[in-house]
T-cell receptor, first 112, second 111 residues
Framework: NAGVTQTPKFRILKIGQSMTLQCTQDMNHNYMYWYRQDPGMGLKLIYYSVGAGITDKGEVPNGYNVSRSTTEDFPLRLELAAPSQTSVYFC???????????FGEGSWLTVV | QKEVEQDPGPLSVPEGAIVSLNCTYSNSAFQYFMWYRQYSRKGPELLMYTYSSGNKEDGRFTAQVDKSSKYISLFIRDSQPSDSATYLCAMRGGGADGLTFGKGTHLIIQP
């Protein structure tokens, strides 16, 4: 039972590089979310999606893009990496009829 | 005022003590209240979930929600060293709303 799977687990990027964090869920959840967590801080919502083809901004969307071509996948794109994007990124999903948000294991990103 | 306030700690207690963790919030639209436990370098793990006001008990853990005071609590009885972790309170409205988190309280249970 895989749940929410994120890759890569760790990545070091140089300033200005681009990369995509992958997120896949096998629970057929419509709602998916990307959060970032900075040291000593709670999680902040970057983007979310209520279904394939529909995405919307969260609290801290600047510097990121997302797409949702299938129910299962919700990749997060960093176009021009900046040191301020050094953080831990968590993907999560939720069924519309449910109340439990399931989290992936996280992706540790360092921008140098 | 931030939407969700949580004392970051650290909170250090001896093994066997009762632990009380709390959060206050300002958004009256929140209906679903959760506590997540997060170990170092791991994702948040759902510990307790409560809808609206009331109490919920699960083993050594009790969650309380007082919507009139906008105050939620998590109690841990007979605390164990394995309970040492960061505890995040989180809450949401309904529909597709994501979770709004507190900063997390770092809890240390001393053997």
């Amino acid at each position: 039972n895989a749940g929410v799977t994120q890759t890569p687990k760790f990545r070091i990027l140089k300033i200005g590089q681009s990369m995509t964090l992958q997120c896949t869920q096998d629970m057929n959840h419509n709602y998916m979310y990307w959060y970032r967590q900075d040291p000593g801080m709670g999680l902040k919502l970057i983007y979310y999606s209520v279904g394939a083809g529909i995405t919307d901004k969260g609290e801290v969307p600047n510097g990121y893009n997302v797409s949702r071509s299938t129910t299962e996948d919700f990749p997060l794109r960093l176009e021009l990496a900046a040191p301020s994007q050094t953080s831990v990124y968590f993907c999560a999903s939720l069924m519309p009829s449910g109340n439990t948000i399931y989290f992936g294991e996280g992706s540790w990103l360092t921008v140098v | 005022q931030k939407e969700v306030e949580q004392d970051p700690g650290p909170l250090s207690v001896p093994e066997g003590a009762i632990v009380s963790l709390n959060c206050t919030y300002s958004n009256s639209a929140f209906q679903y209240f959760m506590w997540y436990r997060q170990y170092s370098r791991k994702g948040p793990e759902l510990l307790m979930y409560t809808y609206s006001s009331g109490n919920k008990e699960d083993g050594r853990f009790t969650a309380q929600v007082d919507k009139s005071s906008k105050y939620i609590s998590l109690f841990i009885r007979d605390s164990q060293p394995s309970d040492s972790a960061t505890y995040l309170c989180a809450m949401r409205g309904g529909g597709a709303d994501g979770l709004t988190f507190g900063k997390g309280t770092h809890l240390i249970i001393q053997p």
